[in-house]
């Protein structure tokens, strides 16, 4: 075995995950652990249609269908996932069972199953919907638990379309090669589209059906279509919601347009409906507005750092991103509102001019409209008097029903199935209807894009698919997935205590007007302001001066500091003022002003230096220095004539700039202390997606378990006599499509004419025929070294795969039977069916695990069925266990023989292609704890968390989680480890090595 230099330092301090202190789940039972203990009693729920609702769809089979059973059936854990025991792996060798987050219970609690309540740890569940969701309600009493539901169902009724075969491809097309050959997707392809749209209805509404069980009173859920059945399943939910339950319908992009012969469609749509709409959980989410999109439309003014406020220019409102830093865009909002009282009607004087509501009513009153004014919120447009709404004062808009912003694209949302979600659509529903700590289902889990929605946003999640293929995609997606951690409100609480959010403030006309505070800070500068008004007109009165006025009534305009004082004019508003004084607005402001940057005032300078000069051809030299003044000051002169002389200018007494001067001082500071008390006291806005984040630390998903459902097994078929209820079951357990599955697998197997083996080798079965022995269906004779051996067959069941139980029941029977060989032949296996054997293997009886090609499942859905090897005996994970000098140990994974599904051959792969392969160094027996991860297939697998972790762990660290080696490490008490290998169909091997002896593997195939 090459052995690998180790010298790295791992710091991990900084690696955390959310954990849910205070929730609970019920104990159910552990794989390794169910076969001997768990009641298999079958047992089922019946389910009722209303058959009086109004009006409503008709499709084939419904008036039928208005009841249906389900089996309750246990979800057994296979394996525990933990992100931070698997980086803390590659640190240190001892073992570390706490990061598990599994509560430890005594022997008898432990087969007390569903007995007990133990910690939380979020579920990936491998079996169909209908089965996982009964089962949540009946075994574990989750009635009224779940707070949001996600399902995206298959859209189309295409075989292929719909089940991605392979780990790494995303292309599936209409073709064989492109068939997904798992059992369990097989029937759930058959029981979803036998009959076209009409199955596929009956399908959909009695898993909704079973939804508003598992909801909280104030729980929400969400159905993806598109636009072809999106009418269909509206009605589906009217009848199991009720129509007055209905919240929305949510369009959204998922594609750009292909360029179709007709209209192109671009998005798919949610239905949206709450468990009672009176009840329901809604925090709104809030979109940022972009100047000119929705939302910011009407915004054509900016006001520029030093307060001078002007029209956008046209190229800034094309490209808005490029304004200068400080510059504020406005919009000249409506100030009127029709309706009101006497209060809100009265004449407003503003600049010299005068203004009424006309036939309406001011959106404020008197008092309002003066904190206005003070504000400096008031703005007129020819006889419109209008209100100044900044746009980052409202800078976000509420998120409608429309989104636009979803299609899938782009570096941050990486396509990983063929079918997957964008994740800000699946988040925008979790944010909009839960809470942290809350817990989202979804039974169509995919490449599990709800589950990581849901574990980035500290939810809790269970999600289930029919796939092993989406479940394999599902996991590593999770396992290798990075999130900011976000800062908890109740640190001690997890998620459940809430996120510190963002906020932002919501600036409106009425929070100005109602603001008290306006009033003090008026009264308070107002005087100085119009004191060194004052000022600054007494030191130039007398004096040859003359200002062109360019706002408010007097725009256009002289004001004259030589004509006598006597001589005045009226204004607009009526107020009759002198010629010879500056009012208010009228007061020229400083150019270059004090606040502008350096580097800004000296390209002024050198501006106006240009500008007196009397060069030709200074446009070239005037460029960048009027782009400089732009881009730090927000003032746009197109050219050297439009370059302003400086204000005050150098002819004016000293008491006059000093008045100058103090009057802008006192206007800016003013406005200062304005604006932040309006930002203080507006009403603030949350920002639920955006919880504040905690720098430098790194979080990865918290504990999950992997699941599955035992598919029943096929027991005694020939059994006499067989109760009434017995029977019932033992027809759908044998052969849901008319009960002579076992006579077609024997008579397959007979035209094979036994199994084949590794390297092409034959074990030749004579004579096989039907049996009645327990787990036991057929036995037949093999020729070996001269001698005959009886050999016992034992099939798995049609739909689901070959699993311990049936395992642990058959060895006994056919070694007390006298046989020497027994073969499970079997669609599928779970790994804990190998796991059993080799963990305790059986003298004199050898064991076979041979598959049987999928295709006779699926012959009429291939336009070619190529199996002619239908019986193929995979072999085990080969690897090699080294005890190091310091006691630690070492795997190394050599190969693996797994059997191909398409060609029905077994398939050599070397360590290094296989998908993936995890190592338990302390396998229990019961449930596959992962404690190291490795992808040789993937190297892209880690780089998430190996950028996000660089500064802590060494690149050699990640390099090796691509390898065939793995870290060292100690032995655990059981003194034994297991090795599971994950094939790119997303099938599992599984082999245990038990330690004492020495590290050799078992022989067993
Ligand atoms: C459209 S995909 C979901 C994709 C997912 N939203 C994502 O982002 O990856 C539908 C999934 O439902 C699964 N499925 C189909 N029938 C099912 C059933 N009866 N029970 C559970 N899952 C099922 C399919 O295997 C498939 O992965």
């Known amino acids: 075995m090459p052995r690998k230099s180790n010298k790295h330092k791992t710091d991990l301090n900084s690696v ?126 989750m009635a009224g638990k779940v707070q949001m539901i996600y399902i995206d169902p298959p859209y189309g009724i295409k075989y292929a379309s719909n089940f991605q075969p392979r780990i790494d491809r995303r292309d599936v097309k209409d073709k064989d090669e492109d068939l997904t050959h798992e059992p369990e997707q097989i029937k759930a392809y058959r029981d979803t589209w036998t009959l076209g749209i009409h199955s596929y209805l009956t399908y959909l509404r009695d898993r909704l059906l079973l939804a508003p069980e598992l909801l909280t009173e104030s729980g929400s859920i969400f159905v993806q279509i598109n636009d072809e059945n999106l009418h269909l399943v509206r009605c589906l939910l009217d009848e199991v919601f009720g129509r007055e339950n209905f919240v929305s319908v949510i369009s959204f992009v998922k594609t750009s347009g292909k360029g179709g012969a007709l209209l192109d469609v671009v998005n798919d749509f949610l239905l949206w409906y709450a468990k009672d709409k009176t009840q329901v959980k809604y925090r709104q989410l809030f979109l940022e507005k972009e100047l000119g999109e929705e939302g910011a439309k009407g915004y054509q003014h900016v006001q520029l750092p030093d307060g001078v406020r002007r029209r956008l220019t046209s190229s800034e409102f094309e490209s808005p991103t490029g304004l200068p830093e400080g510059v504020r865009v406005f919009k000249a909002d409506n100030m009127t509102s029709q309706s009101g009282g006497e209060s809100t009607r009265f004449p407003v004087e503003l600049e010299g001019s005068a203004f009424t509501p006309a036939k309406n009513y001011w959106k404020t009153n008197q008092e309002g409209m003066e904190r206005l004014r003070q504000a400096e919120r008031l703005f007129a447009a020819g006889n419109t008097l209008s209100y100044v709404r900044f746009l980052d004062e409202i800078p976000t808009r509420p998120l409608t029903n429309i989104w636009t912003d979803t299609s899938i694209a782009g570096y941050g949302d990486p396509k990983v199935y063929a079918v997957q979600t964008n994740t800000k659509v699946v988040e925008r529903c979790i944010l909009m209807t839960t809470d942290p700590g809350d817990l989202v289902f979804d039974p169509t889990c995919g490449s599990g894009t709800t589950a990581w929605c849901a574990e980035k946003w500290g939810r809790r999640w269970i999600t289930c698919d029919t796939s092993r293929v989406a479940l394999a995609i599902a996991r590593q997606r999770l396992m290798t997935a990075k999130f900011d951690y976000y800062e908890l409100r109740e640190p001690g609480r997890g998620p459940a205590g809430g996120f510190n959010y963002e906020t932002v403030p919501h600036v409106t006309l009425e929070s100005i007007a109602k603001n008290t505070e306006i009033d003090a ?48 004019v009226p204004l607009p508003s009526g107020q009759v003022v002198k010629v010879n004084e500056l009012l208010e607005w009228e007061v020229p402001q400083e150019v270059p002003h004090p606040a502008w940057p350096k580097e800004a005032r000296q390209a002024y300078w050198c501006l106006l230096e240009l500008k007196w000069s009397g060069k030709l051809d200074t446009e070239k030299e005037a460029e960048p220095l009027l782009e400089t003044v732009y881009r730090l000051t927000g003032h746009r002169w197109e050219n050297l004539d439009k370059v302003p002389d400086p204000i005050p200018p150098e002819d004016w007494p000293d008491a006059a700039k000093d008045a100058l001067r103090r009057f802008w001082e006192l206007k800016r500071k003013k406005r200062q202390e304005i604006d932040e008390s309006i930002q203080r006291n507006a009403p603030q806005e949350v920002l639920y997606d955006r919880p504040k984040i905690v720098r430098g630390l790194v979080r990865v998903s918290g504990p999950f378990t992997v699941e599955a459902i035992p598919v029943p097994v096929v027991e005694d078929p020939t059994q006499e ?55 036991l269906h057929a036995e037949a004779e093999a020729k070996q070294d001269g001698g005959v051996l009886r050999v016992a067959i034992s099939f798995g069941p049609q739909h689901g795969p070959v699993i311990a139980h049936q395992v642990q029941e058959a060895i006994p029977t056919a070694k007390m039977n006298g046989y020497q060989v027994l073969i499970f032949a079997g669609f599928a296996f779970d790994p804990e069916a190998q796991a059993l054997i080799q963990k305790a293997p059986v003298a004199g009886l050898h064991v076979h695990f041979a598959n049987i090609a999928p295709d006779v499942l699926v012959g009429d859905l291939l336009k070619t069925t190529r199996a002619s090897q239908i019986f193929t005996v995979f072999g085990q994970p080969d690897v090699r266990v080294e005890e190091q000098k310091d006691g630690t140990y070492r795997v190394e994974l050599r190969g693996v023989d797994i059997y191909d599904p398409l060609t029905g051959e077994v398939q050599s792969m070397q360590g290094k292609d296989v998908a993936a392969w995890f190592l338990d160094t302390d396998y229990d027996g019961k449930t596959f704890h992962i404690c190291q991860a490795f992808f040789p297939g993937d190297p892209d697998a880690w780089e998430k968390l190996q950028r996000a972790l660089k500064a802590q762990i060494a690149p050699e660290v990640f390099e090796q989680m691509r390898s065939t080696v793995s870290f060292p490490f100690k032995p655990g008490k059981h003194q034994r480890i297991a090795v599971k290998v994950i094939d790119f169909r997303g099938n599992e091997v599984v082999r245990v090595v038990n330690l004492q002896t020495g590290g050799t593997p078992y022989a067993h195939s």
């Open 521 to 568: 800070i008026a009264a308070r500068y107002q005087p100085q302001i119009e004191q060194a008004l004052a000022e600054l007109n007494a030191a130039l009165k007398g004096k040859p001066i003359r200002i062109r006025i360019a706002e408010g009534g007097r725009a256009g305009q002289v004001v004259d500091f030589s004509a006598p004082d006597t001589e005045t």
């Open 721 to 775: 006599p067989i109760p009434q209820f017995e029977a019932e079951g033992a027809q759908i357990r044998v052969n849901d499509r008319g009960g002579d599955y076992l006579t077609t697998m024997i008579a397959l197997l007979k035209q094979q004419g036994g199994v084949l083996f590794p390297g092409g080798k034959k074990l030749e079965l004579t004579n096989i025929r039907l049996l009645n022995l327990g787990y």
């Open 16 to 141: 955390h995950d959310f954990r849910h202190t205070e929730a609970r789940r019920k104990n159910n039972p552990p794989a390794g652990f169910a076969p001997t203990f768990e009641d298999r009693k079958r047992q089922t729920t019946r389910y009722d249609y209303d058959p009086h609702l109004d009006p409503q769809l008709q499709w084939a089979g419904k008036a039928e269908h208005t009841s249906f059973e389900v089996d309750v059936v246990s979800l057994h854990i296979h394996e525990r996932i933990s992100t931070r025991a698997i980086l803390e792996a590659a640190k240190r060798p001892e073992p570390q069972p706490a990061l598990f987050g599994e509560t430890s219970l005594s022997a008898d609690q432990q087969i007390e199953f569903y007995k007990h309540e133990v910690g939380w740890a979020n579920r990936l569940i491998l079996g169909d919907s209908l089965l996982v969701m009964n089962s949540l309600l009946v075994k574990e009493g």
